[in-house]
């Protein structure tokens, strides 16, 4: 198959390029003038709004779920920083057949003025982007990129109130997205009243359609409640039903500790650019300063290796000893990368969580220790809950966590998925066909924290398959499997047992009369026969 | 299932806010005016720097292919532009256990000098973005991502040499991309000598592993040389291994025209957008020049359902009245886009490729009418090649292409996978299990080709499941699929009917002794009505 010659003459000789071009001439004057000039930069936002699909909003149900939970990630991950308990509002307005106002209102430290219409009106913006610590948002475009949904389909301005506190006045902006030019464009901004002393409300119009069920903006809320324990969260559908998820625990999370990066998960071209940057003096200062577990022992030990000397200034290191370096430091044996940079939810909280949610007849969770994947620190959670009121027909519930953030689209995509459908669930009694999850009435929650989650897409949806955290998730749900197993064991032994002991039941009476006309005692006697021998029974089965 | 009550109280009450803003003290002072210190812009090749799975550079065997691609693409799309039938040239060079140096070179048109670093320098950066045409690129990333990639794994700079003509000088550059702030940085910059009167040539070391077989770059040259019969590509292996791929066809594929956007294909955001940016100083103007498909009349249509006046302003349409505009619009009937700006490959040119690439025993190919999803138009090509040398065994081969590029990765996320999975092959005597790619000696070959081909990821590896692109992609394959299935049962009738011809030759010998032994003919005379019926046999049979 395929059509290969030696090639016997050079493809790209001065004839056969002159002949060719001389076809130029039907191309209305195509040239490499004329193509220079139709070049130009395109905008993030313009490459954003016509990909908008790559975000999560490519339909207007799903539009609706994303626009919800970038807004709710964002008020989330504000709190948590200022360490503020959060209370969280979240109302969806119907206005049209086909569109929907969304009002996400919080009681965090609130943004400051100026930041305001950066934040809401300008993809790429943000604060969580160049550290390395866990948080939910990443990138810095998830809620711009929902206010450009908005006026897209709508054509509205995105309105954000916001107070830093008590003492000073609420702000009150109305925005749209240059997309031209990726930048806030303001249409009203004035000082308001508002009857909160603290925190933001954004509000966006935007075509949506909802829908209650699987990947709904209800079930999104219901599970970020279950994996946050700390948050209080009210909520106002469109046909003005209101729920309230209270607070489960009024612990704040720890606070989660930012990192320096790894050194084995550096990038050649990444290590000379912060060769270049950086403004420590010494390479051996570079090495301890700038990055995770080098100490200076280290550092030298890694110097020598490159033979390179510590105190050589960084940015004089030419290209050639950038390699030699990146080399020594990759094989340099190194700790670990420090863990307490990741904050699970705990044992406790999980299982207290999925016991106010899920009325089973068993529950059990586990937090593996953190690991690491490619220079990057994470950790594992995973919670059972088995019988009870749970559906026993069809597959388990799954339900995904990436840093407390539910996952509700892309399942199959997911290293979680790929890791429960890997594991033999028939080890713990649980029926499972090949290649599939799980059947019975099981959930299942797995939780991945880490400073950098590594998404399949922008969307956010599912984690990828990375090796080391396939693995973890599988330990942590085996542990969680077997407990389930010996849990459905232990119901299987005491079920058989009581079988056996109303079978055995059945025939007392009849001993004892047996036993009456053999002995021909009287009745009275007979009754306290029957009794013993329950006594009896009771007894050898305890 | 889940803990909701009714809200009894304003959860963001004042006091609520209050005590919980008091418990910030042990985030060390973390406040809005904290947080605002650490917003930050993100740079659009930081974000895809960290993210370049993205891109499909997420495994050193896929950016090989990822980066050849690109390239090459980039060459097709510039010399068809220029009109120049395309000499390509392709090589890899291993230069450490993971490095490669790849290397494209063309005869296209040659970029003007001052537009080399920012086309490879630049994320977003591209002529192709802002026009409705179709070509292999559309986003201005690709190449500039291969660039990006190269110096992040190796330091590396890419080089670039470029000439537009026989009378103007080469010019060569040394290039990488200051990630921070998405900008090419010139290393080196000086005219040189080429041997090349006109064209490109790019570069770039980058980590990588070569790998024949599935998914590599082997496989998409020879599939890229089948979708591209004008195509002269020359490919030279690690191992020095060269390989031709020579021209079947001297014909350039017809000029795709650019088109303007159709109206029903356009979002209220956007029409805003226009009506706020045009030269055209009535909306009647605006309406028939801006949009395809709307004659003088239609407009005057569409201004009197929106009740707006033909001559009024477009800059001065007010927000109300774009929406009534936006809505009168959709609801007036207009002829579908016009689809003389696709240009398939051709049912002449797809079989004789398929004949030159793959020794089958039967070839049919159909090129299906343009068709339109969302406001583009887009056409469907299909060509099957069965029997033959074809590998009997396990499912068909099924090569995709969007706008003449083979796409290799995630086949089972692509509408054209689909498409395939869900026509009952078993129709056409080719066997199937349920929900499965067919079996047997089949290959499939399925283009689609449009002004913007709706990608699922910015790697380009599959096209997402629009209703009205699986119905025509379905539409095509059944078409091939049926005269596969006739071509098959002739075979089979052909087959049936000799077997009976042997079956019933076996007994004309016995026939012709016992005619002898009744009539007491000669052996000559036996001989001759032996003949007869075996001429009796033949003809009955044709």
Redesign the interface.
Known sequence: ????????MD??S?D???S??S?????SK????S??A???????S??FS??R??LGFDNPRRSLLTGIKEAVDNSLD??E?????????VQLTQVADDRYIMRV?D?G????K??IP??FG?L????K???LRMSRGQ??IGISAASMYG?????KATRVISR???KRPAHCYEMQID?ARNKPQIVREEPCEW?????TQVEIEMEARYQRGRQSVDEYL?QT?LANPHL???YTAPDGR?????RSSEE?PQ?AQEIKPHPHGI????L??MLQGTPHRTLQGFLTQEFSRVSVRVAKDICTRADLKPNGRPKSIA?EE??RLFKAINATKLMRPPTDCIVPIGEDLLTASLQ????AAFYASTTRPPAVYRGNPFQIEVAVAYGG?INPEGSVQLMRFANRVPLLYQPSACAITRSLIDTDWRNYRISQSNNALPTGPLVVIVHVASVWV?F???SKDAV?HYDEIIKEIRLGVQECGRKVGEHIGKMRREAEAARKKDYIAQYIGHIAAALQEITGDGDRKTQNVEKNLQGLLERSRS
Chains 1, 2 share one sequence.
């Open positions: 198959m395929g059509k290969k010659k030696d090639a016997q493809l790209l001065a056969s390029a002159t060719s071009s076809r130029a001439a039907r191309s195509v040239n490499a003038q193509m220079a139709r070049q130009r930069e395109i905008s993030v313009e490459f016509r990909n699909h790559l504000a709190c920083e200022a360490g503020i308990l959060p209370d969280i509002e209102c009681n430290p609130g943004i400051v100026s930041q950066n934040i300008k790429l913006y943000g604060s982007f160049h550290r990138q810095g006026q897209l389909t709508t054509g830093t506190g008590a997309t009857d909160q002393k603290q925190g219901r409640a209080q969260l009210l209101e729920e309230l998820y209270e704040m606070e990038e050649l071209g990444v000379m650019k290209r950038s390699d106010a949610n899920v009325q009121d590594p399949t897409s922008e990828a």
